[in-house]
């Protein structure tokens, strides 16, 4: 197909949609007028049944806790599947050599930016950890937090350089991180079930409105979810910034993958 | 303005459609398929906004307060994720794209025909034998 | 508190979640072959867990609300899980698939440290969890973790075609999620939950209502994006071909099918309360469902790359099971829930032999393997085999499961789709037919059209003896051939009422006996002529080349390989979806 027909085919598809994008667009409720029936009685029931300030959380981790352990293996996937793709020409071997860029000056580190990253390495990973365990008072959770905390160690990367990087950071504790936290996770669902409970149910004691130990197995399972994407995203940018190495052989031929 | 931010969505769906049709540079096109998904974002959080609603985090305000939709939000976070696993997935494929064949331009990558050569069926017959077209590496 | 069988429910999906975790873990310290056993146990626990539930699902759909969350008033404020006898059952063919086609793939992917089987495991989980599930936006959720586990492994060969289909496969499944995420958004802020009961109780309150149409329209999009149907089905052809086979073993043989499920699923038990959509449902799945029957199996004549051919196939039968979704019968779900699992089984037995062709011959290109496939005659019988029972040889679970969905599309007086499905098989099963003769016999010298048609180089690592491979191939089709003819004719009619929530009626309807005969007299036709086509007289043979020959161009040139062609079908295709929906 020529780009020309091809554009000629996608404007008259958006043509044909038109009309009904209209007639559901006036459809829907008026903006803003009013919310659903599910997350106004979640908002009226989880502060008191689950003594969680934040909703979200609330939501994401024990109303529909499924949806997320489901999100979880999802990044899992995807970071496994990203693994496998760039390890699968050049193996797991580790280089010391750096792509070099023909003509382009290699400037040193400078001692500011090395005393920099040192203080705000810790202090990253600090916030990182604050914002993982205090899910359910304010906007944050282990998510947010789990990428905050890998961000921390990319500012190893920064400060101490590629080698040095490379010696902080190994590739099978970031399994077992990213592995372990999912699995903490997954026992967050199982182990109430040993008890007679649901999958997930919040069996633990609930703790106080408004102060970091409240919501119960919400803690729990944020301190995963923080392990397994702070991991996760180590990991991730560990082998994107091993494709910046020189490989040490050629490429290996392809049905050696297989 | 009741239904802005619908449409909104349904133009920022097209325009990431137009983007990805038109697209001659992997990166470009991955970034047209998060466009794509921008229109979910606003779809959704349009869907579940309400005027004058807090952000449905009872710390400052007492439960009770009249709040958006938290469960929109929560989507819209599980939706986020999918988001970065696409991304990082499709730029390891370019990645892998580009070292192979050492180009981004998606008109010229198809799957079973080598590089850049339009092949229709010819009714040729060629009895060569498999891949006579690119050589194994 | 739960008791026995309901307590059951939550863990075919954890189980595999647990092992996956803990092979990342220690993904390093596990010995070289223990990934390949534990994935193997894995499935077949997670087979025999479904297999429970459905046994004990008979009296009605068990229920689980995760969490504890109950409905309360009528509002539904957790995750459930539905699980009728059917998607018991179709969970539990999935796990068995997946154990045999481990067993397939013993130490292929010895190198990954147990990744593989990582990414499969989650697949599996997502799948299972899909059958499972009663809430919309946990039904988005599995859709999104099966697509982004298999991206991956689509370009696991980093070939330059397997880059290019895991793309295009990438593009097109993300569309598909992002469409149905709107679909979900718009359905719940009209009905106010998410979860299927609710929905539907709001749906059939509502009347005719344009949200509620383009919430459909949006959803069914997505899954008939995963169910390649036709004007959807391009990234199919390329993500099957380029997969590893045992990838494509799953993909062919449960993602596809999996994802008509989730459309029969949520067009019935979802949207079934809208005039509007039962209006348009049957128009618009006979419709499309015929065209891609047709589509599909006259493209698979027309490949010469074995796994290309299998794909296009796996596109007909797609069409053939929506055209049983369509006539929205208990007699068309029974049949294609049968259909799915018989469909299943022939077509990964396919992709193995396709995998055993790889690995030992390091080739499936139809023409540059013929005669070469001698020194393996048992792969050989087992293809022509399974040749024969995909086009409608008149034994086993595919054949039952066609002669179901010919009998609801018989009693429904729908002779279009009938016949689109019946030339469809036959064409499909022509061409592994013609393709086994040519491979196994060196038949076939003289290569029609599809010596015309793209291949590439590929070739899988022999690293297991034969028997190993065979074995897995082999119990695929025995099982699809041994399978007691009784079972399904006692446990169809009762699971399809259960899936559709509505109360059993007898028996179903079966087509004619005669039909499938004609399907293998047609496809035996069709292959002999692509065989024999020398020694045909000239009369017969040219007219066919004359007129044959440009459609083939055209149909060839439309599946381009190109992402920015495919993303413009999808608009075309979703607004067809409007289209049709917007007139009943």
Known sequence: MTPRLRIGLLALAGLALLPGTAAVTAGLPAFGATIAEYGA????????????????????????????????????????????????????????????????????????????????????????????????????????????????????????????????????WLDAMEGGGALLFTFCGLVPMLFGAAFMQNILPLGTFRDLFSGGLMLVENLGVGMAVAGGFTQLFLEFMEETREADQPDEPGEETA | MTVLPYAVAAWLFGAGLYGIATSRNFIHLVGCL???????????????????????????????????????????????????????????????????????????????????????????????????????? | ?????????????????????????????????????????????????????????????????????????????????????????????????????????????????????????????????????????????????????????????????????????????????????????????????????????????????????????????????????????????????????????????????????????????????????????????MGLGGATALLGGWMALLQRYLKRLLAFSTISHAGIMLTAIGALSLDGTGGMLVYIVGHGLVKGALFMIAGILLATRASVDEIALRGLGRGIGPAGIAMALAGLLLCGLPIGVLDQGTRLVQGALARGGHGVPLAAGVIGAALTGAAVLRAAGRIFLGLGSDPGDEAGAPSADEREKLNRPLWLMLGPCCVLLAADIGLPAELIEHGAPGAAASFLHRAAAGGLAEGPAWLPWLSVAGAITVAAYGLFRRSLPGFVVKPVRATQSAPTQALEALHSGLTGDYVAWLAVGVAAIAGVLAMA
């Open chain 1, 41 to 172: 009685r979640i908002n009226a029931i989880a502060p008191g049944e689950r003594h969680v300030a934040n909703m979200v959380s609330a939501i994401n981790f024990d109303l529909r806790g499924l949806d997320t352990l489901g999100e979880e293996f999802m990044l899992l996937a995807a970071i496994t599947g990203t693994v496998v793709l760039l390890r699968g020409r050049r193996g797991e071997g580790i280089t010391e050599r750096a792509m070099r860029r023909p003509g382009r000056a290699v400037i040193p580190r400078s001692d500011a930016v090395v005393l920099a990253c040192r203080i705000a390495g810790p202090l990253t990973a600090l916030f990182g950890l604050y914002v993982v365990v205090h899910a359910t008072v304010t906007p944050g959770g282990g998510f947010q937090g789990g990428v905050i905390l890998a961000t921390a160690t990319l500012l190893i990367y920064l400060g101490e350089g590629y080698a040095g990087w490379r010696d902080a950071v190994r590739s099978h």
């Open chain 2, 34 to 137: 998060g466009i794509c998904q921008s229109a979910t974002y606003v779809l959704l959080l349009g869907l579940g906004y309400r005027w004058g609603g807090i952000a449905p985090i009872f710390y400052n305000h007492p439960p009770g307060t009249p709040a958006v939709d938290p469960v929109m939000q929560a989507l819209v976070l599980t939706d986020i994720v999918v988001g970065a696993t696409l991304t990082a997935l499709l730029l390891v494929l370019t990645i892998q794209v580009h070292k192979r064949g050492g180009s981004l331009d998606p008109e010229t990558l198809r799957p079973m025909r080598g590089t850049g050569t339009s092949v229709t069926a010819q009714g040729s017959q060629d009895r060569t034998g498999a891949g006579s077209e690119r050589s194994a590496s």
């Open chain 3, 1 to 285: 508190m739960t008791h026995f069988p309901v307590a059951l429910l939550p863990l075919p999906v954890a189980i595999p979640l647990v092992v996956c975790a803990s092979m990342l873990a220690t993904a390093h310290l596990l010995p070289g072959r223990m990934p390949d056993i534990l994935a193997t146990v894995t499935a077949l626990a997670v087979a025999l867990l479904s297999g429970v539930i459905a046994s004990q699902a008979t009296e009605g759909p068990l229920v689980y609300w995760f969490g504890g969350w109950e409905p309360r008033d009528g509002v539904h404020l957790g995750i459930g899980f539905s699980v009728d006898a059917a998607s018991g059952w179709i969970a539990a063919f999935i796990g068995l698939l997946y154990a045999v086609t481990f067993v397939f793939a013993w130490g292929f992917f010895a190198r990954t440290h147990g990744h593989f089987q990582i990414l499969m495991l989650l697949f599996l989980a997502a799948m299972v969890g899909f059958c499972f599930t009663r809430d919309m936006f946990n039904l988005f959720v599995w859709f999104e973790v099966m697509s982004v586990a298999v991206f991956a492994l689509t370009a696991y060969h980093l070939e330059e075609s397997a880059l290019a289909g895991a793309i295009n496969f990438t593009v097109v499944n993300s569309l598909a999620g992002f469409l149905m995420l709107g679909g979900i958004g718009l359905i719940y802020a009209q009905s106010g939950t998410l979860d299927f009961e609710g929905i539907a109780a709001a749906v059939a309150r509502g009347g005719r209502d344009p949200v509620v149409a383009g919430a459909f329209c949006l959803v069914a999009a997505a899954l008939m994006i995963k169910g390649a149907i036709v004007p959807f089905q391009f990234w199919l052809a390329d993500a099957h071909t380029v997969a590893p086979s045992p990838v494509s073993a799953i993909f062919s043989g449960a993602m596809v099918s999996l994802g008509l499920f989730g459309l029969a699923k949520v067009s019935a038990l979802v949207f079934g309360g809208s005039d509007q959509v039962h209006r348009a449902v049957p128009i618009l799945l």
